[in-house]
């Protein structure tokens, strides 16, 4: 699974993208990032506004109960402020 | 039709291009975003736009063929730049035309209303404090979901 992270997520988890291979049972986004989150402390401070956070599977925006898979492009980030 | 590019774009140019051999446009709205030198009350020295290649085109594409489908448009165009812009550089073009003025200004104002909330773009934004990453504004979220609530057609 690749994992892509930008604006100020990339800046606290420390890494712009990283190859990632969570076990089976984290099988939709909110699992994923419940999982992610524990795996720095960089990534709990970045992951721990979830209502503040935007996921995107494949190039489409996401919902918590989405479901992710070995496979997948998850990108994460803020609150988009283009324009 | 849609771009998304690190260069600055002409706007003459583009607007000719867009209306080129179509006269049965009668009217054309564009918006142009430019960065202010100033943030709050900080000065700034520049601007870093970041945002998610592939995802981004996709997304323009598909706020780009929604105006299409909610208004009679001739042509359509979305240029946004991303990279390091200073203040007084052009950030990003809309632009409808229509047979008439009101379908060229409502599609005009769509388009850069549910890009600010869609396109997966981000700011940083340089200061005497510092770099920081602009935050979203609820006033963006307000003015899009306009288009949702009052605008001719308004499932999403």
Redesign the interface.
């Known amino acids: 699974m690749k994992l892509l992270y930008f604006a100020w997520l990339k800046t606290k988890i420390g890494t712009a993208e990283e190859e990632l291979s969570p076990p089976p049972e984290v099988s939709t986004v909110a699992a994923l990032l419940d999982w992610l989150a524990a795996r720095s402390g960089g990534h709990a401070e970045a992951l721990a506004d979830r209502d503040a956070l935007g996921v995107a599977v494949n190039l489409e925006y996401a919902r918590p109960e989405d479901p992710v898979g070995p496979d997948d492009e998850i990108a994460l980030f803020p609150p988009v402020t283009g324009g | 039709m849609i771009r998304v590019q690190r260069e600055d774009f002409d706007l003459g140019a583009e607007m000719a291009a867009l209306t080129a051999g179509n006269h049965a446009i009668g009217g054309l709205a564009v918006f142009v975003?430019l960065v202010r030198d100033v943030v709050g009350e900080a000065a700034l020295g520049a601007m870093t736009?970041?945002?998610?290649p592939?995802?981004t085109e996709?997304m323009l594409q598909r706020i780009d063929a929604e105006a299409n489908r909610r208004w009679p448009l001739e042509a359509s165009l979305i240029v946004?730049r991303y990279g390091r812009l200073e203040p007084g550089e052009q950030?990003?073009l809309v632009a409808a035309a229509s047979q008439h003025r009101q379908a060229a200004f409502d599609a005009c104002h769509f388009l850069?209303d549910w890009?600010?909330?869609?396109?997966?773009?981000?700011?940083?934004e340089e200061t005497e404090d510092g770099p920081k990453?602009?935050?979203?504004r609820a006033g963006?979220d307000q003015a899009a979901n306009r288009w949702r609530e009052s605008g001719p057609g308004t499932r999403e």
């Not at chain 2, 890009?115 to 940083?124: C, E, I, N, R, V």
């Not at chain 2, 990453?133 to 979203?136: K, L, Q, S």
């Open positions: 975003g736009l970041e945002h998610y592939g995802m996709r946004h950030i990003v850069i890009l600010k909330t869609k396109a997966p773009f981000w700011k940083l990453w602009v935050e979203a963006d």
